[in-house]
């Protein structure tokens, strides 16, 4: 069984530097394995705290449920 903790706000670059934000829905099956669904948001942000601003003023994201990606 898989022990990761996924955060459900990822936060990454694109090839273009913009900064993209995805919201992430996750499941357990039956053996307890995660079923990761990611829905990349239309939104692109110049810095990572406007990403995070935005999953806080849309979402009710909080401290320590971001993931970062380079």
Do not use: C, H, K, W
């Amino acid at each position: 069984m898989s022990q990761d903790l996924i955060r459900p706000f990822l936060i990454s670059r694109d090839a273009e530097g913009n900064v993209r934000l995805s919201v992430r829905d996750v499941r357990y099956n039956s053996q307890g394995y995660p079923l990761v669904t990611a829905v990349l948001q239309d939104t692109l942000f110049e810095t990572v705290a406007a990403a995070r601003s935005f999953a806080r003023t849309n979402f009710q994201a909080v401290a320590g449920q971001y993931e970062l990606t380079a």
